[in-house]
């Protein structure tokens, strides 16, 4: 299948800067079109075809809203210098531009192409008003006379009748019309209402008209008396990110004031009807103070993150994959009537858990509710980056404020896209006598751990759970994420410093065991590439393996450029940015990049040196982009128990192996898809999870 850029056929030249590192948001681009590959894939389930076309479309516009904006914010900044990869801000935009063009004809002869095949096929249509017979028209008259009509304002510009604010991501109709009596023309915009109503009106079980279709029906009746000589769908993307001052003397206020201001964000994308009449549009283009580079033109229905309520359709399972039950095996698992221990469990040794295979709410969540209900328990910390407005552990956390154990929880207030759901959080740990603390001035904290200090004989045990995803039980049934659970007491010890700098005011000048950014992970990172070096230069059996969702650092991209010179066998398994070039001579031969996207997201960060019969693995929550490294507070901690070792260096190998849902990236950039083989890392992982559930054989076999 076509990649983004196909003119991209010969690797780059040695004095082409592009030679070492790819541009990251071309990179990204490269990801997305992954998605959209799986969305074209005949071979997968119809529903789960609509669910990657929904997917690439959110994905899309966030890209829109943050990073494409960043990248306009340099343009107008006046930035015209080039990069590390030879780009500069203008020419991303306008790469960006033609590869967003490019992939959003693919993606809306995807769309077309499986209204018109296979839902067609199973009954499910998708159709306009024009396409409608008369008893359906019927029935979609009386909706919107009951149901969309009171939901509606239009809006007329005009003398005194300025261009209304279009909010960011809202679809609307733009509406050209003429008074006949005075003959004077004029614009109208109408928002179609898809946040309180659904986007595709369901008449007759499964036949679906789109919203805005249904009221463009009845502009006449919005503007009666008028004359309605052309009406097209438009859509707005604007910049969402934000920068709170450090100096703030409140930041849960000062994020909720950023927050209003948000989304009156400077317009970085419009897309449009390619049926828009052009004078029509270039009104359009003209008000949002637009450059043409700026402009989408879009064949068939706008923003297809819709298709998730076709995908929800009761009924159809046979159109969707198997959904998967994550298993609780030992020592989450008990008979019935029986209560699991974990904090036994955990002295027993450590203990490792691989969502979405192993359940989120019998390991971590039950970790945190025992916690909770345990006497003996004198405090719990958690970090709460991202979760769920229906977590058990926040209200956990209450719980155990209440019943007055020492209860803090960290509070990420700057967690892009989930700031108000954590603004709602902190309140309601506050009001319990939780202590709620929001960081380090100029950090995020996006380190992912639970400490428990639990009283044991005269004095205190420490109980860490180590995460490579978020706290967040929806999303871990569909993110693939590693957690460890440990009572080594150098690990536990460097979790109790960390959240001590985080509550309170410290600079530890190190740490036992754990990887921390931002002062020490790079560095940790980088020695651990060099020693593997200098044990391959001795003649040692070496190889470096890492997963993570994006590799953009230079310095990283560099000492494994050197580990490849020296002729160390590196494999590197990105889910989605890599700025990293592979398999180029005299720099990357060594390297291999393979990409999985598939049902699962891959989400964990694992990062293992070999070096003879020595393995250092380390799980934690750090990519390995400089956002990472020098602007948060991350944490990576090592495996150390051999059994668990093993099972990470599996999943590592069934990665690598999948020939069904990845990608290796090319000597030129592009990325080439395997394809007609046997193996998924999700099936089998999903198959191993049950064979383990069945013997109980979650806990390592092996002490350190």
Request: some cysteine; charged content about 30%; hydrophobic content about 40%.
């Amino acid at each position: 299948m076509a990649t983004v850029d196909s003119t991209r056929t010969e690797a780059p030249q040695a004095d082409d800067p592009s030679r070492r590192y790819t541009n990251r948001e071309l990179s990204w681009l490269d990801f997305n079109d992954r998605v959209l590959q799986l969305a074209e894939d005949p071979a997968m389930p119809l529903f789960e075809r609509l669910k990657f076309l929904a997917i690439y479309a959110s994905n899309l516009d966030e890209f829109f809203m943050v990073r494409v904006a960043g990248v306009h914010d340099q343009v107008d900044a006046g930035i015209e210098t080039a990069g590390a990869d030879g780009h500069t801000p203008t020419e991303v935009i306008d790469e960006i531009a033609a590869g967003v063009h490019e992939l959003g004809k693919r993606h809306s002869e995807a769309f077309q192409d499986l209204r018109k095949g296979g839902l067609e096929e199973n009954g499910i249509r998708i159709i306009s008003c024009t396409d409608c017979d008369a008893n359906v028209l019927e029935e979609l008259d009386r909706i919107f006379e009951e149901q969309i009509y009171p939901v509606l304002t239009p809006l007329g510009v005009g003398p005194g009748r300025p261009f209304p604010y279009i909010s960011n991501l809202s679809l609307s109709l733009a509406v050209w019309l003429r008074d006949p009596v005075t003959e004077i023309e004029g614009f109208a915009r109408v928002k179609v209402p898809k946040e309180v109503l659904p986007r595709f009106v369901r008449v007759h079980d499964d036949t679906f008209v789109p919203l805005e279709d249904v009221i463009a029906r009845h502009l006449d009746e919005l503007f009666p008396g008028m004359e309605v000589l052309r009406h097209d769908v438009f859509r707005v993307s604007r910049d969402a990110d934000f920068t709170i001052s450090d100096e703030a003397d409140d930041l849960l206020k000062a994020v909720e004031d950023e927050l209003r201001r948000r989304r009156f964000g400077e317009v970085v994308r419009l897309e449009v009807a390619d049926t828009m009449e052009p004078a029509l549009r270039a009104r359009l283009v003209e008000w949002l103070e637009l450059e043409e580079r700026q402009v989408y033109d879009v064949q068939g229905p706008l923003d297809l993150t819709d298709l998730w309520q076709i995908y929800g359709l009761d009924r159809h399972s046979d159109l969707r994959e198997r959904p998967w039950t994550p298993v609780a095996a030992s020592p989450f698992h008990a008979d019935e009537g029986e209560k699991v221990d974990i904090f036994a469990a955990m002295r027993q040794g450590d203990i490792l858990v691989h969502h979405p295979y192993d359940s989120f709410t019998a390991s971590v969540e039950r970790f945190i509710q025992q916690a909770t209900e345990d006497p003996d328990v004198l405090a719990i910390k958690l970090t709460v980056y991202r979760t769920s407005d229906d977590s058990s552990l926040v209200p956990a956390l209450i719980k155990a404020a209440e019943r007055g154990k020492q209860a803090v929880c960290l509070v990420e207030l700057k967690a892009r896209f989930d700031e108000r759901r954590n603004i709602t959080w902190a309140r309601a740990l506050e009001e319990a006598g939780a202590h709620v603390v929001h960081g380090l001035p100029g950090l995020k904290t996006h380190m992912k751990a639970g400490l428990v200090v639990r009283r044991e004989g005269k004095g205190v045990q420490h109980y860490v759970h180590v995460g490579t995803g978020n706290y967040h039980a929806k999303t871990a049934r569909l993110y693939e994420d590693f957690g460890l659970f440990t009572t080594d007491p150098a690990i536990t010890a460097d979790v109790a410093d960390l959240f001590n700098t985080l509550t309170g005011y410290s600079r530890p000048q190190s740490f036992r065991k754990g990887l921390v950014a931002p002062e020490y992970l790079r560095k940790g990172i980088i020695d651990e590439i060099e020693k593997t070096v200098e044990a391959h230069e001795k003649g040692e059996d070496t190889r470096i393996r890492i997963k993570v969702n994006a590799l953009v650092d230079e310095r990283c991209i560099d000492a494994l450029y050197d580990a490849s010179r020296a002729g160390v066998p590196i494999e590197i398994n990105p889910r989605g940015i890599c700025c990293l070039r592979a398999g180029i001579e005299g720099q990357s031969e060594n390297i291999r990049v393979v990409s999985v996207v598939g049902g699962f997201l891959e989400h964990s960060r694992i990062y293992s040196f070999q070096r003879g019969e020595e393995r250092h693995i380390y799980i934690g929550s750090a990519d390995l982009m400089p956002r990472n490294l020098d602007d948060r507070v991350e944490l990576l901690v090592p495996v150390e128990y051999e059994g668990l070792r093993e099972e990470l260096e599996d999943t590592l190998e069934r990665c690598f192996a999948d020939d069904t849902f990845s990608w290796d990236m090319q000597p030129d950039g592009s990325w080439e898809r395997n394809t007609g083989g046997t193996r998924s890392v999700h099936a089998e992982l999903m198959e191993r999870a049950l064979e383990r559930a069945a013997h109980s054989e979650l806990r390592p076999s092996e002490s350190l």
